[in-house]
């Protein structure tokens, strides 16, 4: 399942192909950021905004389209389910570390809203697959592989058998969960935290907007060929491997002598999204500094900015990051 992942559903081709939907959907942040901005200063919960930046991004990726509130009673569940899914990632499991004290979920009723909230997403991925399905079925066409969305290539696998793959429904359903959970707030968190040391450090937010507005001149929106111009792209494309030769500290944190550190883990338990995420943290950090210069609401200085971490599957902020926006003059 995780080849799969890899090689077909998370290739560098296809997020080359998804170009479009990064791009669309980070001109429509940057609009609802300006519209914001401009009435009257006020503050924006940067981190919201984000959120739902990645959660339409993935579902363009996996169904070609999004499910946003405006798109019915469906969109409205996804964005509920969605919601859901974010907070359960973040909830402190009492059984995943003390096993003996499991039963607290249960009395805490953890247990029953995770239960109900995987059949729901079950019920919703059952009908988004056979409306999917059905169509297919009825069209005498076959999509070319570029226009294919995640789900189109799934059910290819499926039909097909590729690579001897006996690939049922429900391995479907758990594959497109997993790119939900794995692809928002891993993503989102690495733009606040950007964000957050940018804000702490005016100094690094002029140089890097000289260095974006120099490249992207008076354009509105940064597009990837601009992306391409600047110094973003790091010349190796994942930090080379480092070992620490003796136990040191890094940030508060105690990191043992020969541990490796690597952001989206490696081998076997490495992330297929690996090529996905730096694509869309780039345009969308490139287009927020690009386009506004950015402050803390209220007066608040940079030493108030609150710099907390929260538990979860991802080291998220423990407070949304809540801004203000103002555009160049
Ligand atoms: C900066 C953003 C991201 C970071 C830092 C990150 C990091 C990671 C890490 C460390 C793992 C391995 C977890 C483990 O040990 O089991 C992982 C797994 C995974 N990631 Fe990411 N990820 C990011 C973005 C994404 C995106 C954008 C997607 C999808 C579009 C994605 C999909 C997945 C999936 C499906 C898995 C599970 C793989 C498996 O079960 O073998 N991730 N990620």
Same mark, same amino acid.
């Given at each position: 399942m995780r080849s799969i992942c890899v090689m077909?559903?998370?290739?560098?081709?296809?997020?080359?192909?998804?170009?479009?939907?990064?791009?669309?959907?980070?001109?429509?942040l940057i609009k609802k950021v300006a519209v914001q901005s401009r009435s009257c200063s006020t503050p924006?919960?940067?981190?919201?905004?984000?959120?739902?930046?990645?959660?339409?991004? !993935?579902? $363009?990726?996996?169904?070609?389209?999004?499910?946003?509130? =405006?798109?019915?009673?469906?969109? /409205? #569940?996804?964005?509920?389910?969605?919601?859901e899914?974010?907070?359960m990632l973040g909830v402190f499991s009492v059984g995943d570390f003390i096993p003996w004290l499991g039963w607290l979920d249960q009395v805490s009723g953890?247990?029953?809203? !995770?239960? $109900?909230?995987?059949?729901?997403?079950?019920?919703?991925? =059952?009908?988004?697959?056979?409306? /999917? #399905?059905?169509?297919?079925?009825?069209?005498?066409?076959?999509?070319?592989?570029?226009?294919?969305?995640?789900?189109?290539?799934l059910l290819q696998i499926r039909k097909d058998g590729t690579n001897g793959i006996c690939m049922a429904k429900e391995h479907i359903k758990a594959i497109l969960l997993d790119m939900f959970a794995g692809a928002t707030d891993t993503t989102c968190t690495v733009i606040e935290w950007a964000m957050t040391?940018?804000?702490?450090?005016?100094?690094i937010m002029k140089k890097?907007?000289?260095?974006?507005?120099?490249?992207?001149?008076?354009?509105?929106?940064?597009?990837?060929?601009?992306?391409?111009?600047?110094?973003?792209?790091?010349?190796?494309?994942?930090?080379?491997?480092?070992?620490?030769?003796?136990d040191v500290e890094v940030g508060g944190y105690n990191i043992a002598a020969g541990t490796r550190l690597i952001p989206f883990g490696a081998r076997r338990r490495g992330c297929p999204g690996a090529t996905?995420?730096?694509?869309?943290?780039e345009l969308v950090l490139a287009n927020l500094l690009h386009n506004?210069?950015?402050?803390?609401?209220?007066?608040?200085?940079?030493?108030?900015?609150?710099?907390?971490?929260?538990?979860?599957?991802?080291?998220?902020k423990k407070y949304s990051l809540v801004v203000l926006a103002s555009t160049q003059s």
């Open positions: 077909r559903l998370l290739s560098a081709e296809r997020v080359k192909l998804f170009r479009l939907y990064r791009e669309e959907e980070t001109a429509e924006i919960d940067l981190s919201e905004m984000l959120i739902s930046l990645m959660r339409d991004l !993935i579902c $363009r990726a996996a169904f070609g389209r999004k499910y946003g509130e =405006n798109e019915g009673e469906s969109g /409205r #569940k996804l964005k509920k389910l969605l919601e899914l974010g907070e953890l247990n029953a809203k !995770i239960e $109900r909230v995987f059949r729901d997403f079950d019920h919703f991925f =059952n009908v988004v697959i056979d409306d /999917r #399905k059905a169509r297919q079925d009825d069209s005498s066409t076959s999509l070319s592989e570029d226009r294919m969305d995640l789900l189109d290539i040391q940018i804000l702490r450090h005016p100094e890097l907007q000289e260095e974006i507005r120099g490249i992207a001149g008076s354009k509105l929106n940064i597009d990837e060929d601009d992306l391409e111009k600047m110094r973003l792209h790091p010349p190796v494309p994942l930090l080379l491997p480092r070992k620490p030769t003796k996905f995420a730096p694509a869309a943290v506004f210069n950015w402050s803390l609401p209220g007066g608040a200085r940079i030493e108030d900015l609150d710099a907390s971490k929260s538990f979860g599957m991802s080291v998220h």
